[in-house]
């Protein structure tokens, strides 16, 4: 049974975090709204444009996926499919990579997500979106999220993007495994547990 002084400890560390959070999103959202171009994405049905992801929402959530070939963005994409209708109740949501779209379809139907996914095939848009570096003449692709806002004018502004990464506040595993007798330990996320 826990002390009344730990649970008081407790209490003052939650606030604690809620204001740092609080603090983090302020400044996540600090250098939007910014202009962004309409972007022309891939789907199964042909080229999307990003004004045409909103449908009746007015807010737009896009997942900035890395592919098929990385566990912790399978990972996310896994967690994130339970939570959207409660996300598409709110905001209209897509998830995006360079895979071509029969890539995609075919992925996600062996995870069983229910999302939108598109193609930005050239890169473009993730280059744009600041989702891919270069560094010694490699192009490097980070995971995270964009959320944009259509304009009454029809324009669209980027409000704010965050990275994706173990521990982050985007993948509950992070903060369930580490109550663990022994911690995360070495788990790391896979495909398959068999």
Same mark, same amino acid.
């Given at each position: %049974?826990? &002390?009344a002084e ?11 975090m809620h204001?740092?959070?609080?603090e ?19 789907g199964?049905?042909g080229?999307?444009a ?7 929402q007015?807010?737009?959530?896009v997942?900035?996926n890395m592919?098929?070939t990385?566990p912790y963005?399978?990972l996310?994409a896994d ?6 209708p409660?996300l ?10 360079g895979?071509?779209p029969?890539?995609?379809k075919?992925?996600?139907? $062996?995870? $069983?997500?229910?999302?939108r %996914?598109? &193609?930005?095939?050239d890169?473009r848009?993730?280059d744009? %979106? ?6 010694d003449?490699?192009r ?7 959320t ?5 004018d029809?324009?669209?502004v980027?409000?704010a993007?965050d ?7 985007y993948c509950?595993?992070?903060? %369930?495994?580490p109550?663990?007798d022994g911690?995360?330990g070495d788990w ?7």
């Open positions: %049974m826990r &002390s730990t649970n008081a400890r407790l209490q003052e560390l939650y606030k604690e204001a740092k959070r609080a983090l999103v302020e400044l996540l959202r600090s250098e939007g709204p910014e202009p962004v171009e309409d972007f022309l994405l891939q199964p049905d080229d999307a990003l004004a045409s992801l909103f449908g009746e007015d807010d737009l959530l997942i900035h592919g098929s990385c963005c399978t996310w967690g994130l499919n339970g939570l959207l409660h598409e109740n709110r905001t209209a949501l897509v998830m995006v990579n895979e071509t029969a890539e995609q075919a992925f996600a139907e $062996g995870r $069983g997500w229910n999302f %996914m598109l &193609s930005d095939g890169g848009f993730t744009a %979106m600041e989702f891919a570096t270069e560094q003449g490699q490097y692709l980070m995971p995270g999220y964009s944009f806002k259509r304009q009454t029809g324009s669209i980027r409000i993007r990275n994706f990464g173990p521990g982050d506040h509950g595993v992070w903060h %369930m495994l109550l663990l911690g995360t790391q996320p896979k495909f398959r547990y068999d």
